[in-house]
C-alpha cells in the first residue's frame, strides 16, 4: 500500500493540480485520487489532451482509470460541484463523496461579502470559512453531502474506501489545498491565512488516512511565488512585477497570471527562502516539486529532460536541492502536460550507478 501526499510549500497556486494529474497518469497499477479543501482553490488538471481548471472535482480526473474521491474535511459549493460532475462526465461508479463533507450555503457566501473579508485579507467570498465556522459550531442549520438527493449516488464513506484500496496494494494520491503560507495555525501572518491548516497531516486528517501509510510528501513550490491580489497579506520576499519577470526570463510576450476563483491579477516576488525552509521542516517533504523553470529563463519553455534545462535553471534546482536538503524530483517547463522534467530516473541511474561502483570497489 502507498499514500502520495501533495502539499503547497508557499501561497498556493503552486502547480499540485498539475503534479496530481501527472501521478495520477503515470503511476502504475490502481490509483485513487482524494481531494481535500473547498471552492476557495482552483487546481488547473493537465492529462490526455484534457486541461481543465476545477474547484471541486480532483485532479486525478483526466486519467480514466482513476478513482475519484473527495474528503469529509471538503466544504461544497454544489452548484459548482455539479457543473464539474457534468462537465467531466463523473459518474458514480468513479466518483465518491464522503457523507460528513459539508455543503457551503448561499448564507455562507453573503455573511463573508457583508463581514469585509475581501477588503480585510483579499478572500474569495467563497462561504468556506463560514461554514466551516458553523461546521465547528455544531449548528443545526449544518447540511452534510448525505441529505443533499443530489448526491445521495455518489455519497459513501471516503476513509473507510482508501484504506480497503490501500490494503489492497493500491496507491492513493492525496491532493491538498493552497499552500503552507497560508497555514491557519502555523505562520506569522494572523489573519492573512486560509480557514484550514494546509499541511500534509492535515490533509491526511480530512481524509481519514493514517500517516503510516504515506510512502511520499511531495512539496511544491513556484520560483516566483505568487499571491492572490489586493490585500492579502505579507509576501516575506521582495514583492516584484510581472513585467520584471518578463524580463528576466527573455519571455517573447507579456507575462501575467490571475487567480482562478477572483479572475483578478495575482501578485508575485521573489523565492523566498525562510517560508521554504519552514515548510520543509514542517511538512518533511520526501521530494519536490518546482513550478516555473521557464520564469527563470525561456529556453526552459516546454523541455522534457534534464540535460536540455539551461545552466540557469540546474543551478536554482541544484541551489534548491542543497540549501532545503530535499532531492527535487520534478520540474515543470510551462504550462500543459508534456512540459515536466520527472527525474525519477534520474535518480534511479544514479542510485544503480554508485551501487555498481561499490560492488567493484568491494570485488577487489
Excluded at 471541486?56 to 457543473?83: H, N, T
Aim: with cysteine; hydrophobic share 40%.
Amino acid at each position: 500500500m502507498a499514500v502520495i501526499v501533495v502539499a503547497g510549500g508557499q501561497y498556493g497556486s503552486e502547480g499540485k493540480g498539475k503534479l496530481v494529474s501527472y501521478l495520477a497518469c503515470a503511476t502504475a497499477g490502481d490509483v485513487s485520487v482524494v481531494r481535500c479543501g473547498g471552492s476557495n482553490a482552483g487546481h488547473t488538471a493537465c492529462g490526455h489532451g484534457m486541461k481543465w481548471v476545477l474547484r471541486q472535482i480532483p485532479s486525478g480526473v483526466v486519467s480514466p482509470e482513476a478513482g475519484l474521491y473527495m474528503a469529509a474535511g471538503m466544504l461544497l459549493d454544489l452548484p459548482i460541484l455539479l457543473d464539474e460532475i457534468e462537465y467531466c462526465q463523473v459518474s458514480p461508479t468513479r466518483l465518491m463523496i464522503d457523507r460528513n463533507a459539508m455543503v457551503v450555503s448561499d448564507a455562507d457566501r453573503v455573511a463573508e461579502a457583508t463581514t469585509g473579508l475581501r477588503d480585510r485579507i483579499g478572500s474569495t467570498l467563497s462561504g468556506t470559512g463560514h461554514a466551516t465556522a458553523r461546521k465547528v459550531l455544531r449548528e443545526p442549520t449544518v447540511q452534510l453531502a448525505s441529505a443533499v438527493p443530489e448526491l445521495r449516488t455518489y455519497v459513501g464513506n471516503v476513509s473507510r474506501a482508501l484504506n480497503d484500496q490501500l490494503d489492497r496494494g493500491a496507491t492513493v494520491i492525496v491532493e491538498g489545498t493552497q499552500g503552507y503560507g497560508l497555514s491557519l495555525h502555523h505562520v506569522d501572518s494572523y489573519p492573512y491565512v486560509t480557514s484550514r491548516d494546509t499541511t500534509a497531516s492535515a490533509f491526511l486528517s480530512e481524509a481519514g488516512l493514517s500517516p503510516l501509510s504515506v510512502k511520499e510528501v511531495f512539496l511544491v513550490m513556484r520560483t516566483y511565488p505568487i499571491r492572490v491580489a489586493g490585500h492579502s497579506g505579507p509576501m516575506g520576499a521582495t514583492e516584484i512585477s510581472w513585467s520584471d519577470v518578463q524580463r528576466r526570463s527573455g519571455y517573447p510576450t507579456p507575462l501575467a497570471e490571475f487567480t482562478s476563483v477572483t479572475k483578478k491579477l495575482r501578485r508575485v516576488a521573489e523565492f523566498d527562502w525562510d517560508l521554504a525552509a519552514e515548510a520543509v521542516r514542517v511538512n518533511r517533504p520526501t521530494g519536490l516539486a518546482l513550478h516555473g523553470v521557464d520564469y527563470l529563463n525561456y529556453h526552459d519553455y516546454g523541455k522534457s529532460h534534464w540535460d536540455d534545462l539551461s545552466v540557469v535553471s540546474q543551478h536554482f534546482v541544484e541551489e534548491l536541492e542543497y540549501r532545503l536538503n530535499v532531492p527535487v524530483v520534478f520540474v515543470f517547463t510551462g504550462p500543459d502536460e508534456g512540459h515536466i522534467v520527472d527525474r525519477r530516473t534520474d535518480f534511479s541511474s544514479s542510485v544503480a550507478a554508485l551501487d555498481k561502483k561499490a560492488l567493484v570497489r568491494s570485488s577487489h
